[in-house]
């Protein structure tokens, strides 16, 4: 069977449990995902991957492919799916959902509680499939194989997820020089498609702290592993974090922190609980209150004992 794999980080993150269980079934012999991901992938397991971009048409992938696959398995609606299907896969599986659904031969109900935590959608999918997904060893971090140094805290003030998940910069500094006085090193991390609040955090601090763009994300595991303790806008950074091995503190807003907060018991999450939350949205159309309303001391207040 071929495996195409969510196009999103955080829920490229969720899926790996069941893709690690997958590939040790052995049911699974290929995954095909977008090239910016391909180094994750293989932190995850051995299998040989296919990658594609967003300048990749449905025909080419689909010639890639070949016809040598009798089945295959999609989450999503996108270039995999459609290629699969012009690929003339025989067997296409998937969840039952909207225009997927006609790109499948055999959707399936996979059912996702709405008070569950979003991971069980890809472990109610392998599941259906015959696979369980219930080994400690397929939700540890991956082995990277990087010591995380000691007193060593990354600070991203960004989020990809839109302006709305983004905590004011003024609170982020003083967390930052809360940080220090504890005798903290503090790294500030820049993503791609926040507003660049990483290096203007990282421009005030001067000196006293070190900058890093993470762009691809992929390819910063490592420096993510290097670090003991990660503070996050929510967004794809602490979903890799994690995935890095690293403790993640991440500062939920409008997004639903049951459903979506990164994967592992050992993670925090800070929210400051108002109405109209959580709303989803990426900008906010109100006043931001969710972000606002939380405080510094919130923060220091829920970071691990341990740190």
Not at 78 to 88: C, E, I, L, N, S
Not at 97 to 126: F, M, Q
Not at 149 to 170: A, K, Q, R, T
Not at 187 to 195: E, I, N, P, S
């Amino acid at each position: 069977m071929l495996l195409a794999l969510p196009e999103r980080w955080d829920e490229a993150c969720f899926a790996v449990p069941a893709v690690r269980a997958l590939a040790k079934s052995g049911l699974v012999g290929g995954l095909v995902c977008r090239e910016e991901q391909e180094t994750f992938w293989k932190t995850v397991c051995k299998l040989r991957c296919q990658t594609f971009s967003s300048k990749t048409s449905v025909g080419d992938l689909a010639k890639r492919i070949g016809e040598s696959w009798l089945a295959a398995f999609v989450w999503e609606d996108g270039t995999a799916a459609k290629a699969f299907a012009k690929a003339k896969i025989e067997r296409r599986l998937g969840p039952d959902e909207g225009k997927l659904a006609k790109l499948l031969t055999h959707p399936l109900d996979i059912k996702e509680a709405a008070t569950e935590h979003r991971v069980r959608r890809y472990i109610n999918a392998s599941q259906q499939l015959g696979v369980p997904v219930d080994r400690p060893e397929f939700f540890v971090a991956a082995p990277l194989g990087v010591p995380a140094e000691p007193n060593s805290v990354l600070l991203c003030p960004g989020s990809d997820f839109g302006p709305s998940h983004e905590w004011p910069l003024d609170r982020w500094q003083e967390l930052a020089e809360a940080l220090l006085e504890r005798g903290k090193r503090i790294t500030v991390a820049g993503v791609v498609g926040g507003r660049g609040l990483g290096k203007i955090l990282a421009g005030r601090l001067g000196s006293d702290a070190e900058f890093f763009h993470a762009s691809p994300l992929a390819a910063s595991l490592s420096l993510l592993a290097v670090h003991q303790l990660v503070i996050s806008a929510d967004g794809s950074l602490p979903h890799l974090a994690a995935h890095a091995g690293s403790t993640c503190v991440t500062l939920f807003g409008p997004n639903d922190a049951v459903w979506k907060r990164p994967l592992g018991k050992r993670h925090v999450v800070v929210k400051r609980h108002v109405e109209c939350a959580p709303c989803l949205s990426a900008k906010c159309l109100m006043d931001s209150r969710c972000q606002n309303e939380l405080e510094v001391a919130n923060v220091l207040e829920a970071i691990p004992g341990s740190f």
